[in-house]
């Protein structure tokens, strides 16, 4: 299983909305809604942002939101902060009933 | 509230096995799969594999097929990946994931870091 294939950078002001991308394929993103995306820091644990193509978990910040259209789905966030200086990586079940996590993207606060 | 403990960071030799433990708590330990996943130093996230905590069947990344076993003890509510036949190139932080549903992972331990070293 190929890693789904990400930019492996974004940057943006503060204040800015910036979009990643996360492209699969039909086995993978294209075949069921069950598209996750993870904000890491590091020395730090994974966290849970999006699930389910567009869903936020309790706690997160609604300038993160996800979409998906066919093999390919996004991450875009909001009013970016300084605080959301992070790698994010995108993940998706497939139909092997494995997961499958993307290249990852830096995302750089100008 | 829902914690995952890991056990703490283990330095190997090329050619041995690992085996880290993950001890959940403060949910249904045999509702809700967990997975593993690990990250190389610089490297991306890599998932390795998911055990069903209730039935115990296993479902192994193709890259670590082979060498990863997934178990679990549901009256200590305590995960465990085992890995074998280390190599230089599993030296990583690995973890373990509770899922949501079909594939997102709302609750992460801490890391082991796994050095394999001569």
């Known amino acids: 299983q190929s890693a789904l294939t990400q930019p492996a950078s974004v940057s943006g002001s503060p204040g800015q909305s910036i979009a990643i991308s996360c492209t699969g394929t039909s086995s993978d993103v294209g075949a069921y809604n069950y598209v996750s995306w993870y904000q890491l820091h590091p020395g730090k644990a994974p966290k849970l942002i999006i699930s389910d193509v567009s869903n936020r978990p309790s706690g997160v910040s609604d300038r993160f939101s996800g979409s998906k259209s066919g093999s390919t789905a996004s991450l875009t966030i909001s009013g970016l902060q300084a605080e959301d200086e992070a790698d994010y990586y995108c993940s998706s079940y497939t139909t092997s009933h494995t997961l499958v996590f993307g290249t990852g993207t830096e995302v750089t606060v100008l | 509230q829902v914690l995952l403990v890991q056990s703490g960071a283990e330095v190997k030799k090329p050619g041995a096995s690992v085996k880290i433990f993950c001890k959940a708590s403060?949910?249904?330990?045999?509702?809700?799969?967990m997975h593993w996943l690990r990250q190389a130093p610089g490297q991306r996230l890599e998932w390795m594999g998911w055990?069903?905590?209730?039935?115990?069947?296993?479902k192994y990344s193709q890259n670590f097929q082979g060498r990863v076993t997934l178990t679990r003890d549901t009256s200590a509510t305590t995960a465990y990946m085992d890995l074998s036949s280390l190599n230089f190139e599993d030296t990583a932080v690995y973890y373990c994931?509770?899922?949501?549903?079909?594939?997102?992972?709302?609750?992460w331990g801490q890391g082991t870091l796994v050095t394999v070293s001569s």
């Open positions: 994931a509770k899922a949501i549903g079909m594939g997102g992972l709302d609750y």
């Open positions: 403060g949910y249904s330990f045999t509702n809700f799969a």
């Open positions: 055990i069903n905590t209730g039935r115990g069947d296993t």
